[in-house]
């Protein structure tokens, strides 16, 4: 008996613990204090008694939560209301983002939420999981892919994730005229927020300050408190974020009952006023459209500039060509050292090239050859890179340095030495001072001769010229003769057998053979006597507009020693200073190098010998075999009788196995000089 009337005694005790567990909490806030809210991240309440959520800091989240948690039990469904006035306002120039969120949450430690489009409520990993215990209203103003949202100007609600389970955009059911209208939420107008949870569904509704709650919510959607928030313990407040988008975000008030206690109404009179941002000086449309006009002139200018530029200098590199590099210029310097190839720069030019005068840092001074050409096979041009590097390591005081090369789209630019004194041709024919005197002609022909003589048998590849004439003989500052333009040698190893057959050079200058046998030491052996034919007499081996029985010095010079006049090819412009005997022995050893058997011509080692008295000539004469007799075959093989040039070049592949489609053509002199 005793213990039952102590259980019902204690019955309204346990009933007062439960009605405590599940306390009615009503607030309502017209404006808050510093110490009414928990505040974190850019959050704070301003002066004027206005909860500002975000400032105009980029990348920031800014949370205000009430500070005790409402408990509920599961023995009687919970249920709320709350309405709020909110304010989205831009930052001046910029178009504001990115949300504000009403949040109810089993925590306030939202550190790991990230801003932007995540609001501070999630990140990346914490993003639809279970665990986040998180239900909220979210009135976003940025456009998300990622989270499926409508448009940039919606209202939705979330259940532990940014995807909404259900959201419309931002617009009110007007109950005047029974229609929906848009409401746009970043335009710094307040905002009325209603959200009321009855245990089982939760409504959404918003209006314009000073519009009644409408009839009808914007968002209804069944809803499980229990299921989100299972130990039955639950924060309400607020969360925002900026990013890239920056906008000040305001809460002017707040109302909350729960329990279904009345909502207290908001005295609106009371509100503080939100703040407008005052942009600087205002600037027209029409000043900013000039200025957007002005800077898009210069971006272009600017983007122009900088393509002319780049494809001024703009270069052709292979990775094969590492091997190459230290022979490489780049096209800038060579660009810079001849002033743009100004024409005041130009030395010379020729039918497939140019030659330009260059400075190179320390005063240096070079001459550039321009050459055309078309893309070749790159195996052929490799073979002429490689060809030209060779001739750069050549060493001979009668030879001119190749330094190097570079290659660009359409063209080939050869480097060498610049020759103060120019070609020797321009004195030959083109009366040139001062004029060159005997001893200067033959000391020329002993320079020459000594630098084939290197090239055949003391380099450490015999190299062959196949193009030694007058215009290809550089003189330097002491009227000394350096062979230049290498632009059509080849090189084989000692020994070895030449590799090239092509038929190339200058008519009056080719062997006969080069058809058939191709070149090698003796077809360079051939051209030089032409051209000591041409040094002596002053004119070239062939030209037509001459009588017919001149027209081909060496028959001439071979029929004027058949009637015993062979003193008389020699160039009149010598007049008396000059020796009889050097003249004719020249004169002699340019018919014997021109024979038309290679064998019975003598080497270039010989040649020199001859040249220097140290060894006497062979017996020979006019009627000795070969002895200009084959002129006429060569010039046939490979001249036509229509020609208007004194001289033409043959096509010379790079590479002897391409097709004639594949090859590039180098040609003319290297290197021209001007005199002093």
Not at 328 to 355: D, V
Not at 474 to 480: G, K, N, Q, T, V
Not at 600 to 618: C, D, F, G, I, K
Request: glycine share 8%; proline share 5%.
């Amino acid at each position: 008996m005793a213990r039952g009337l102590l259980f019902i005694w204690m019955i309204p005790f346990v009933h007062l613990i439960s009605l405590s567990s599940q306390q009615d909490i009503r607030f309502v806030y017209t404006g808050f204090g510093p110490t009414d809210l928990y505040l974190d991240g850019v959050a704070s309440v301003l002066s004027s008694r206005l909860l500002q959520l975000t400032d105009a800091s980029s990348q920031k989240t800014g949370h205000a939560f009430y500070k005790q948690p409402f408990e509920f039990n599961s023995s009687e469904p919970f249920s709320f209301s709350t309405h709020f006035i909110c304010a989205f306002v831009p930052k001046p120039g910029v178009i504001g983002g990115h949300g504000i969120a009403f949040v109810a949450s089993s925590s306030t430690d939202f550190t790991q939420a990230d801003p932007t489009q995540y609001l501070g409520l999630f990140n990346i990993s914490t993003n639809g999981s279970p665990s986040s215990h998180v239900l909220a209203v979210e009135l976003d103003t940025v456009l998300s892919a990622e989270f499926d949202d409508i448009d940039n100007n919606h209202v939705g609600i979330d259940v532990n994730s940014l995807k909404s389970v259900v959201s419309a955009p931002a617009s009110y059911f007007s109950n005047t005229e029974r229609m929906n209208k848009a409401i746009q939420l970043v335009s710094g107008d307040p905002v009325q927020v209603w959200v009321d949870y009855d245990g089982t569904v939760l409504n959404v509704s918003l209006a314009p300050l000073k519009v009644q709650k409408p009839i009808q919510p914007l968002l209804s959607r069944a809803i499980n408190l229990s299921e989100i928030f299972p130990d039955r313990r639950v924060f309400v407040g607020f969360s925002a974020s900026t990013g890239s988008l920056i906008s000040y975000q305001y809460v002017l008030g707040w109302s909350f009952s729960s329990g279904g206690v009345l909502l207290q109404d908001m005295d609106i009179s009371k509100l503080p006023h939100v703040p407008r941002p005052k942009a600087g000086n205002k600037t027209s449309p029409l000043l900013i459209s000039l200025l957007i006009l002005m800077a898009l002139v210069v971006l272009a200018a600017l983007g122009g500039a900088y393509f002319y530029r780049r494809n001024k200098y703009a270069e052709v590199r292979d990775p094969w060509e590492k091997e190459y590099g230290p022979h490489r210029f780049s096209y800038k310097s060579l660009y810079k050292a001849t002033k743009g190839f100004k024409k005041e720069r130009l030395l010379g030019k020729g039918g497939f090239g140019e030659i330009y005068k260059g400075t190179l840092p320390l005063s240096r001074q070079i001459a550039v050859k321009r050459v055309s050409h078309k893309h070749n096979a790159e195996q052929g041009m490799k073979q002429f890179v490689a060809e030209v590097v060779s001739m750069g390591s050549l060493k001979h005081r009668n030879l001119v340095p190749l330094l190097g090369y570079c290659r660009r789209k359409g063209e080939l630019l050869l480097v060498s030495e610049y020759m103060l004194n120019g070609s020797l041709d321009q004195y030959l024919f083109d009366n040139k001072d001062p004029g060159l005197s005997w001893s200067q002609r033959l000391a020329i022909l002993k320079d020459i001769a000594s630098a084939l003589s290197y090239l055949h048998t003391e380099a450490d590849k015999v190299f062959i010229h196949r193009d030694i004439k007058a215009s290809n003989v550089m003189l330097d500052a002491e009227f000394s003769g350096r062979l230049g333009d290498f632009g059509m040698a080849r090189f084989h190893d000692h020994g070895a057998s030449p590799a090239t057959t092509a038929a190339v050079g200058t008519v009056g200058y080719m062997a006969p053979e080069l058809t058939t046998m191709g070149a090698s030491t003796r077809t360079d052996v051939y051209a030089f006597g032409a051209f000591m034919l041409e040094v002596t007499c002053g004119r070239r081996p062939v030209e037509p507009e001459m009588p017919a029985e001149k027209q081909y010095l060496v028959k001439w010079v071979c029929e004027s020693w058949k009637r015993v006049s062979l003193h008389e090819v020699k160039d009149p412009r010598l007049g008396g200073e000059f020796s009889l005997e050097e003249v004719e022995m020249v004169l002699k050893l340019g018919l014997l190098c021109t024979n038309i058997v290679p064998e019975s011509r003598p080497t270039m080692e010989e040649v020199v010998q001859y040249l220097n008295w140290s060894l006497p000539l062979p017996e020979i004469s006019p009627y000795s075999p070969g002895i200009g007799a084959f002129t006429r075959v060569v010039l046939e093989a490979f001249s036509s009788s229509s020609a208007s040039s004194t001289s033409r070049r043959l096509p010379d592949p790079l590479n002897s196995s391409s097709s004639s489609n594949n090859s590039m053509f180098v040609t003319h002199t290297i290197i021209y000089g001007q005199g002093r």
